[in-house]
């Protein structure tokens, strides 16, 4: 169970500073456990891979919610990109729904030539956390060619 507030880090041989540096870098970047050890040797602190797993396990869930928190919200105007792509030499559409701030909602690539319909990408956003609510404006860009 996760217990709110600050992490405790006493009775651990590391400074709280590293040991929560290690934790971020794990849970805010694709990196391994090994990887995060190297990062960590780079900067002349020595750790096992373990230990690191071993942190993440007890404070991750902690910072993992905190980053999350975080993560800009979708907001409540949005609008769909269409444009064409190659994937393995064949040219599909690229479909991104995109909210006023830059921020990319839902990202769809149809194993068909086009969807159906402008709705099989819009109604649900992929990214957790994000509110579902109907777009104030709605526009679609044609692909220039």
């Known amino acids: 169970m996760v217990e709110s507030g600050s992490p405790s880090y006493r009775g651990f041989r590391f400074p709280a500073e590293i040991i929560s540096h290690a934790v971020w870098l794990y849970h805010r970047f694709p990196l391994s456990f090994r990887e995060v050890e ?4 780079a900067r002349g602190v020595i750790v096992s891979h373990e230990t690191i797993r071993q942190w993440c396990d007890r404070f ?3 910072y993992a919610a905190a980053l ?3 993560r800009p919200q979708a907001g409540d105007k949005w609008h769909l990109d269409e444009v064409f792509i190659k ?9 991104r729904a995109v909210d006023q701030d830059g921020n990319v909602l839902d990202i769809l690539v149809p194993t068909s030539a086009k969807p159906q319909r402008e709705a099989d990408l819009a109604p649900v956003p992929a990214r957790p956390g994000c509110r579902p609510c109907s777009p104030r404006t709605f526009s679609t860009t044609t692909p220039s060619t």
Do not use: F, S, T
Not at 38 to 41: D, G, I, R, T
């Open 87 to 95: 994937v393995n030499g064949v040219r599909q559409y690229l479909w």
């Open 60 to 62: 991750g869930p902690q």
């Open 68 to 70: 999350r928190r975080r």
């Open 38 to 41: 190297e990062l960590l040797l």
